[in-house]
């Protein structure tokens, strides 16, 4: 801290401390009455900051993170706040967060999550077609040396790389086939191996 900063702390104490004794000059018949409201001031102020500090924390109370229960090959993902389902795959190496698409025929990587994944979008070539619903987008074929979740370890995996403007990159069926079972029970989507 520089002496200005020590200077502005010193002058904001004492204009502070000026307030305060002026409200209990004004108020001393009073004490009791606005001791017990400072009081419920200063707790709520307390409060306010111990809220903002612990903010992440009830965030992922109320809200929880998409959890990936990885056992015996069966993967349990809790459905979202927002309706769907999440699942983060490490994609040669790298951490993808995908939305499982049923919807979609493959699995769909945005740009930016293909070269996180190491592929070089540059070097792309964009010949195929895809239809969403916002119309239709090209995607390059691209090959994923290795797709793993949890324990679960696929090699050599077809994808594409969406040249559109693509939010998040999407698991789609061709990638949900390799499990025996897709299901959802209780809000809860259980792939099982």
């Known amino acids: 801290m520089s002496e200005f900063d020590y200077a502005r702390v010193f002058y904001l104490v004492l204009l502070g401390s000026a307030v305060v004794l002026w409200f209990f000059a004004q108020n001393r018949n009073s004490l009791g009455k606005i001791t017990q409201q400072a009081i419920i001031w200063a707790l709520i102020f307390v409060g306010v900051i111990a809220a903002v500090g612990l903010w992440g924390d009830i965030r992922n109370t109320v809200m929880p993170g998409q959890a990936v229960v990885a056992e015996d090959g069966r993967i349990e993902l809790p459905r979202a706040a927002d309706g769907h389902y999440y699942l983060t795959a490490d994609v040669n190496g790298a951490p993808i967060r995908f939305v499982v698409d049923t919807g979609a025929s493959q699995i769909v990587l945005t740009k930016a ?3 996180t994944a190491g592929l070089a979008t ?3 070539s ?6 969403t619903a916002n119309g239709e987008v090209r995607t390059a074929p691209v090959r994923l040396e290795r797709v ?3 324990p679960l370890v696929d090699e050599d995996v077809r994808a594409v790389v969406n040249e ?3 939010d998040q990159s999407l698991l789609g069926m061709e990638y949900l086939q390799r499990f025996t079972s897709v299901e959802i029970t209780n ?3 259980v792939l099982t191996r």
């Open 148 to 150: 793993e979740v949890g």
């Open 122 to 124: 540059e070097d792309l």
């Open 164 to 166: 559109g403007e693509l």
């Open 113 to 115: 999550d293909a070269e």
């Open 187 to 189: 809000g809860t989507l």
């Open 126 to 131: 964009f010949v195929g077609r895809a239809f």
